[in-house]
């Protein structure tokens, strides 16, 4: 599985639930796939992406996608440990896992982190993880559609992506406070604010 | 109305500190810890003006505000100040006006959070940071925080006993809900002696 195919079934899982991609390859992928109001795409401090999917959570009190890489989780694993503490927490966490560490082809430093290890170690309450990509769907699907408590979803990542036009995907920076009232707007749209 | 005119009028008092800050006189923020009724006043100020949800890191327990809020609208405590931004960041982006109470040693590991996600979204959230002013460390932050929020490009607020609670307090509204800027309410906290 590669990072579209994994983005593709996430989108294709969701509809009107808030969805945080972390940066880089996964907005622009997210992004040339389906340009959607509830998806929040971050240019840059992907390290905090599931701290922002957790304060989304938090007052929506229904299901939070947030769309997680292995560089973006090893760098700040600080969202996870917070999640583990909140039982009620409905967060579909997924992490797009390559084993790298950042862009390019940078290898992790210390190789690859157990990242379900640690989700379980955090108190997370249902951890799971796949290759297979029919088997990643349904996972998703089905948690994005009951979840009431804090799961993860890791996806491992071994095919090499499709090319992606960055500069057509990538959300410019002047246009940052517009993405982010979109987003906003949409929350506003499901009805369910604490 | 520049927005430093609209939001700020008579809050921006101070020049930024140059090196020789200390030699021409430190500008002294009064601790409000001992002061009760003015701590008081201000956390009903902050939930009157609608803030919240409140977040906080372990290090603003020192924070005068800590006390009143946890025990009116609830604090929810988060071990690092970056993630307690992006944690706020996200409820911000739900249509709330977060407040974030951090001491001010705790923007040197938020800088990274504040530059890439609250000031080019233009989250609306206010930062709380107390300012401590008598250990040496306190003294060195003291002088580094408010040309660190500037440079950023927070909208900053230092709190003034002797001013009207309420008008800086909406003045800091005005900031987060009615113009989407992040701003920073500097406030004098710890009791002598104490690290802030």
Redesign the interface.
């Known amino acids: 599985m590669n990072r579209t195919t994994a983005i593709r079934a996430i989108i294709s899982a969701t509809s009107a639930e808030p969805v945080?991609f972390t940066t880089e390859a996964a907005c622009r992928v997210a992004r040339s796939i389906s340009d959607r109001r509830n998806h929040?795409y971050?240019?840059?401090?992907g390290e905090?992406a599931?701290?922002?999917?957790?304060?989304?959570?938090?007052?929506?009190r229904r299901p939070t996608i947030v769309v997680d890489s292995y560089a973006s989780l090893a760098r700040?694993p600080?969202?996870l440990?917070?999640a583990g503490t909140l039982p009620r927490l409905s967060l579909v966490h997924v992490v797009l896992d390559d084993g790298l560490f950042g862009a390019g082809d940078a290898d992790a430093p210390t190789g690859r982190a157990d990242v379900c290890a640690l989700a379980r170690a955090a108190g997370y309450d249902s951890v799971m993880s796949t290759a297979r990509p029919d088997r990643f769907m349904t996972l998703v699907r089905d948690h994005v559609s009951r979840t009431s408590r804090p799961v993860l979803i890791r996806c491992l990542l071994s095919a090499p992506d499709e090319p992606v036009a960055a500069a057509a995907a990538a959300v410019r920076?002047g246009d940052?406070?517009a993405?982010?009232?979109r987003?906003?707007e949409s929350?506003?749209d499901l009805g369910a604010?604490a | 109305m520049r927005f430093a005119d609209r939001v700020s009028e008579g809050n921006r008092v101070q020049p930024t500190p140059g090196p020789d800050f200390k030699r021409t006189g430190e500008r002294k923020m009064t601790p409000l810890a001992q002061k009760a009724d003015l701590v008081d006043e201000l956390s009903r100020a902050l939930v009157s003006a609608e803030f919240g949800?409140f977040y906080a890191t372990p290090g603003a327990v020192v924070s005068p505000l800590y006390a009143p809020l946890s025990a009116g609208p609830g604090v929810?405590t988060?071990?690092?100040e970056?993630?307690?931004?992006?944690?706020?960041?996200?409820?911000?982006?739900?249509?709330?006006s977060?407040v974030v109470l951090m001491p001010n040693h705790g923007l040197g590991p938020s800088l990274?959070?504040i530059?890439?996600?609250i000031v080019?979204?233009?989250?609306p959230i206010l930062l709380a940071v107390s300012v401590g002013a008598d250990a040496e460390e306190a003294r060195l932050l003291s002088r580094i925080t408010r040309p660190m929020l500037d440079g950023l490009g927070l909208e900053t607020i230092e709190f003034d006993p002797a001013r009207s609670v309420v008008e800086q307090v909406n003045r800091a509204r005005d900031a987060v809900r009615d113009l989407?800027v992040p701003t920073a309410l500097l406030i004098p906290s710890a009791a002598p002696g104490r690290r802030a």
């Open positions: 945080v929040l971050l240019t840059a401090g905090l599931s701290s922002l999917g957790i304060g989304v959570a938090m007052q929506v700040n600080m969202g440990i917070t920076t940052l406070p993405h982010a009232r987003f906003t929350i506003g604010i | 949800p929810f988060v071990a690092r970056d993630n307690a931004i992006g944690i706020a960041a996200g409820a911000a982006l739900t249509g709330h977060p990274g959070a530059a890439s996600l080019p979204y233009r989250v989407r």
